[in-house]
């Protein structure tokens, strides 16, 4: 016992510099957005305009466009991801072959180390056009009347390029988790569904309801890991201030107008805050999004 005592005050103070680091961002982040919540208050969260002056009286940044563009494309990408991710975890570990599990595996792997700039790429120079020509003109064509499919696709880049790219490069991350949670489920309680007289669907479906927490881990990862994204997206979204039901529709997101603004925001008075005010926004977008991850967990917990 004196020995655990003595390890956890060792430990302790390595926790304590994580969330000092955790603490200490957020407030060089509502620091450094101060000028700009003094000068314009929430309207910067509220509204869509990006005007750039080198007269800082004439200067008004509103970043409601970038806001919507990253919670849409994000969701997209978890809507995409998520069926994969199940999918791909529940056919390598039950149905496919012994040779090609392992390969399988190491290649999302592969696929989750790339770089970012690679699927970028790929996705303005391959998936862009075949999502135009194959997906979004056809469904203009016959169903423009349908608000999401109401955007004419003039150039292809868009908030489903983006959603799609993202979804593609978040899945190997939900599945790593989803299938190593699926894999350790003792092989007792499988034999024991079995036994039961379930069949191989029903199976699957009740195991998958026992490794519900590691499925909203997945969620929370790909959430995460697609809004913060940045180069990929900044590729194929269109990079236009735009706020529209469509997902054929250009838009921005968070990261994308941080990448592509900051290089010249010394320029101007206020543009440094508004960047930083909207990076403090998708800080507490990812914040509360995770809150209520562990919220669902906790209370997924206790009902078992």
């Known amino acids: 016992m004196v020995r655990m005592d003595k390890f956890k005050a060792f430990l302790a103070p390595f926790c304590g510099l994580v969330f000092g680091l955790f603490i200490l961002m957020l407030i060089v982040y509502f620091a450094s957005s101060l000028p700009i919540f003094e ?63 392992e390969p399988l595996m190491v290649a999302t792997d592969i696929m989750a180390g790339l770089p970012t700039i690679i699927y970028g790429i790929w996705g303005a120079f391959v998936l862009v056009p075949i999502l135009k020509k194959y997906v979004m003109m056809p469904l203009y064509e016959h169903f423009s009347f349908i608000p999401l499919f109401s955007f004419k696709p003039s150039t292809g880049y868009s908030y489903l390029s983006a959603g799609v790219l993202l979804g593609i490069m978040v899945t190997p991350f939900a599945s790593a988790i989803i299938r190593e949670a699926y894999r350790s489920i003792p092989y007792i309680y499988r034999e024991g569904v079995y036994a039961l007289g379930a069949t191989r669907y029903e199976a699957t479906k009740i195991l998958l309801g026992y490794i519900k927490p590691a499925i909203v881990a997945g969620i929370l990862l790909a959430f995460g890991r697609a809004i913060g994204e940045t180069v990929a997206v900044s590729l194929v979204v269109g990079n236009v201030f735009n706020i529209h039901p469509s997902l054929f529709a250009p838009g921005y997101t968070i990261s994308s107008l941080i990448a592509n603004q900051f290089g010249n925001a010394y320029i101007y008075g206020y543009m440094v805050p508004a960047l930083f005010a909207a990076g403090l926004s998708l800080f507490i977008i990812g914040l509360a999004v995770n809150l209520a991850g562990l919220m669902y967990l906790r209370r997924f917990k206790h009902a078992r």
């Open 39 to 101: 000068r314009e208050g929430l309207a910067i969260y509220t509204t869509n305009v990006w005007k750039a002056s080198e007269n800082p009286k004439n200067e008004f940044y509103g970043v409601l466009a970038a806001i919507y563009g990253s919670v849409y494309t994000s969701v997209l990408a978890v809507l995409i991801a998520l069926p994969l991710s199940i999918s791909f975890a529940v056919f390598v570990i039950d149905y496919a072959p012994k040779r090609l599990k």
